[in-house]
């Protein structure tokens, strides 16, 4: 058993992972809890022998709540910290099979192409140095061709003959008071380049003309398939190149990355793409409630939106789906479905889905308290965003804790007596609050603007009691 302990991350323990969505997420404990658990579970799955690792699947997690109380950010905060594959997605985008609408497969090709974008840019940064190298040597071709080899038909003849000569061989290979110069001046050259002596001059380089790398679409659905179309007209045709004047610092950027591009081994990233995709994905179906058929009926719009659910079935429950880099299991793919659930309930939801999804959170609305948290704690809170905003013209914004608190108490009635949209209320709160600073502050010599309670009054309370206004600026 110790030794099973030892392979476990000790960095992503439950407590360690609530603590570092705490950093970006006020409340909503429940929730932080579930989602902890089942990213720790993968782990430990991780650390199991293969035979009982394949049987433990993940447990996929509903969350139920109001928008804008942070059930996405939850997800996206989760898969960051995991350096996870993660897509998000709208239930409402897709449609069963058979009616007009993207089909529910290309969640798991999306997660794919991202994992894939994730293991090239890792690839990309392993690979910096050599391919500086030789973007080095490309770049001094250009300011200083190599001197062209003459071609002696006595030489011909002897390696026609298969003779191997050493002493014959190191006169021939003798090299010439033109080539000796030209090798010193390279070398000159080289130094000057690495120390930036270089950078501001004019040089002319032949590179990839992506202009001439047209996308070839083909039939619908080809992707599914596995193949692509334009990569494989890609393969038949040459690749043209282009000269280009540039400075040399800029030479030496787009050089080195063409060279980082050629040392990329594109099956091994494909590969690894795949076991990412499977091993560590999060999918997150956001607006679930919207395919949930009311009352059973199942007529109109509504048996499409029934069909999405049965569609979504076997990729929850575990299936192949065929990408460009080759089948992706979703077995081991955690999935984390999101809604409101206002005018259904998650029960309506047909019971084959539903049983894929044995974790049910149910998310708190909003207090007083919590908004107010929202406008101030977390990491690049939205006070913060618009303190650094104002920052950039010279003047100090500040709030007192009376102003946050009156933000917060005035969001908080706009969302009991309106559509309540959570903490995206206050976003709208704040640009209304700060409209006339942000406007005029560029041409303000105040050093310093202090936001406090009677001015949060004065600009927001009057809209807030308007009950026609509100309904299209808050």
Known sequence: MAELKKKLDEKLTPAKIIEHLNRY????????RSVAIALRNRIRRRALPPEIAHEIMPKNILMVGPTGVGKTEIARRLATLSDAPFVKVEATKFTEVGYVGRDVETIIRDLTEFAASMV??????EVQKPALERAEQRLLD????????????????????????????????EETPEAAENSRTRAKLHEMLKKGKLDNRDVEIEVNDSAAALPIFG????????????EMIGGIMPKRTKKRHMKVKEALR?????????MIDAEAMGKEALELAQEDGIVFLDEIDKV???NGSSHGPDVSREGVQRDLLPIVEGSVVQTRYGPVKTDHILFIAAGAFSGVKPSDLIPELQGRFPIRVELEPLTIENLQRILTEPENSLIRQYEALISTEGTTLTFT???TQEIARLAHK??????DIGARRLHTMMEQLLEEISFSVSDMDEESIEIDADMVKQKLSGLVENRDIRRYLL
């Open 219 to 230: 039939t619908p659905g080809m992707d599914v398939m596995g193949i692509n179309i334009t």
């Open 401 to 403: 804790p009376e102003a």
């Open 120 to 125: 090239r840019k890792r690839m990309l940064e």
């Open 292 to 294: 949930v058929v009311k």
């Open 414 to 419: 706009m969302n009991s007596e309106m559509e």
């Open 254 to 262: 787009v050089l080195q990355q063409e060279e980082a591009e050629k």
């Open 25 to 32: 997420i006020v409340g909503q404990d429940k929730a932080k």
């Open 142 to 173: 250009a300011m200083l061709p190599r001197p062209e080899k003459t071609f002696k038909m006595p030489d011909f003849m002897k390696a026609f003959a298969g003779k191997n000569d050493d002493s014959e061989d190191e006169a021939v290979q």
